[in-house]
């Protein structure tokens, strides 16, 4: 079975500063790991994947998740946040033998202050 | 890119009564969809895979026969939430993946039941 924890419930930052959503996952076979961006009222909207290949893996709006086997971790980063970057993010794990059925971390409320 | 739509956006019902939610991806054909619950400020809870042509799986836990699924098309998936209650009330988003080997989900944006 696979497991996501995103460890940061909400992450408070200033307007202009680097930020990073920190993610780990679990499980037993290979798999393809995602960032989704989640805004009020709204579904989600995928921000960046690693399916397999170079580790740094570069999204929309400016974000970079790394993969890193070693620690199974997926962490997201953004060298510098906008306002308009505040919104709940998930990290989620999909593998080919559950025929694409995605599970995803708990959430991370990125608030960017002015 | 692939759009999946989600209808209705919000909907209130009374207590007791049945409400139908509809995904349809509707540039792609998606043998399969999946539908999740979000309760506020919390995490997508996987509910059921939808199968076009057969029966939905459903995760532990949710009761088959007050989440009804239905995929009928390549296009079109339902949940119907039977005899709702208070405690349904809640969030409800479809997605589904492209098809092909890596595809990521794209989602619908969501439902948001209110049950009086």
Redesign the interface.
């Known amino acids: 079975a696979q497991s996501v924890t995103q460890l940061d419930s909400q992450v408070p930052v200033f307007e202009e500063a680097p930020v990073e959503l920190r993610c780990n996952y679990s499980s037993s076979v290979s798999v393809y790991l995602f960032w989704y961006v989640q805004y009020p009222n709204q579904g989600l909207q995928l921000l960046l994947k690693y399916l397999s290949g170079s580790t740094l893996v570069k999204g929309i709006n400016g974000f970079e998740a790394e993969f890193n086997k070693s620690q199974t971790s997926f962490h997201l980063r953004k060298p510098s946040v906008h306002i308009s970057d505040t919104a709940e993010y998930f990290c989620a794990v999909s593998d080919h033998t559950g025929g694409f059925k995605t599970i995803f971390g708990a959430g991370t409320r990125l608030f960017v202050k002015a | 890119g692939a759009v ?1 739509s ?1 209808h209705p956006s919000w909907v209130i019902c009374k207590s007791g009564t049945s409400v139908k939610i509809e995904c349809r991806s509707l540039d792609f054909q998606a043998t ?1 969809m ?1 539908w ?1 619950r979000q309760f506020p ?4 809870m ?1 509910m059921a ?1 939808s199968n076009e042509g057969s029966k939905a799986t459903y995760e532990q836990g949710v009761e088959k026969d007050k989440f009804l699924i239905n995929h009928a098309s390549l296009t079109l998936s339902t949940l119907t939430v039977t005899s709702a209650h208070p405690e349904d009330s809640s ?1 409800y ?1 479809c ?1 589904a ?1 492209t098809g092909t ?10 439902t ?1 039941l209110t049950v009086t």
Do not use: A, E
């Open positions: 999946v989600q399969t999946f999740y400020k919390q995490s997508l996987l895979t969030f988003i997605s993946p080997g890596t595809s990521p989900l794209h989602f619908g944006n969501g948001r």
